[in-house]
């Protein structure tokens, strides 16, 4: 039964890898064709990055990394800026267009810009430069992806009305969600109606469960009216309806208590 198993294993020629930069696992193929951006990719990237950039006024870089592993990753460069990688095997994902593309280069932003709650710098207590990932997330809607050209979408959801703008990001949403929950073998359906009712007691730095993150976009495209707080020199982004803040499944409700 063993040889049989490594058998089919070597015979489909599928691999998992893991990604610990974003604590991802992704099944790759061994023979992969060669990838290439063609001139209609770099272009749409080109413009993709032209437009985020002038509507949060921010300079970053964007770039393709000709990998075969969904991922996306953001790190900086020597003068501080943001650096946004998309990894071929995301960029060509079947659920990836435009307006699920957008999501994403802002939820790295985010990492950038997002403010308080920081990520752990590797297993120590120190803080990190990086926004944590559910504030990313938060971000990513909020200050980002709703100042943007986003393209109608049929489906629609009852919490958005009439608003256009709502209904794309909130497919948008689901369907990054799903991709993020592909790669963790999320084994239940998301839905955007039923969040997720867990309270955590200490604010989870990393990536909460798809279901949670879905909860969090939703909350952001539902707020109205965002609040920046300072606090201890850094800059704490949340909303002034206090129903449509940070959800509970992934932020300690002790983040609101000066709020």
């Given amino acids: 039964m063993k040889l049989f198993l490594l058998l089919c294993i070597l015979h489909s020629q599928t ?3 893991f990604s610990e930069e974003s604590g991802l696992w992704s099944y790759t193929e061994k023979n992969k064709s060669q990838l290439i ?3 209609a990719d770099e272009k749409k990237i080109a413009l993709l990055k032209q437009e985020i950039s002038s509507q949060i006024k921010k300079n970053f870089s964007l770039n393709i990394v000709l990998s075969p592993q969904i991922n996306a990753y953001a790190t900086l460069d020597d003068s501080g800026n943001p650096k946004v ?5 995301m960029f060509s ?4 267009n435009n307006n ?5 280069v802002c939820h790295e932003l985010g990492h950038a810009f997002g403010g308080l709650p920081k990520q752990n710098r590797g297993n120590s207590e120190l803080k990190s430069w990086s926004t944590a990932e559910g504030q990313a997330d938060y971000y990513s809607i909020l200050e980002c992806a709703k100042k943007l050209q986003l393209e109608e979408v049929n489906k ?8 256009k703008s709502c209904h794309s990001l909130t497919q948008a949403a689901l369907d990054l969600t799903s991709i993020y929950a592909e790669i963790k073998f999320w084994p239940y359906e998301l839905e955007v109606h039923s969040p997720d009712l867990n309270t955590v007691h200490t604010t989870e730095l990393v990536h909460p469960n798809p ?7 939703i909350a952001a495209i539902t707020c109205s009216n965002s609040k920046k707080i300072l606090i201890e020199d850094s ?4 909303c002034e309806q206090e129903q449509y803040r940070q959800p509970s499944c992934w932020m300690a409700p002790n983040m609101f208590r000066d709020i």
Avoid: P
Avoid at 158 to 163: D, L, R
């Fill in 37 to 39: 951006l063609t001139e």
């Fill in 93 to 96: 994902h079947n659920k990836m």
């Fill in 85 to 89: 990688n998309i990894t071929y095997g």
């Fill in 100 to 104: 699920v593309l957008k999501l994403l």
């Fill in 235 to 238: 800059i704490f982004l949340t």
């Fill in 15 to 17: 691999w998992a890898s």
């Fill in 211 to 217: 279901q949670c993150r879905l909860d969090t976009f």
């Fill in 156 to 163: 629609k959801f009852k919490q958005c009305g009439s608003h």
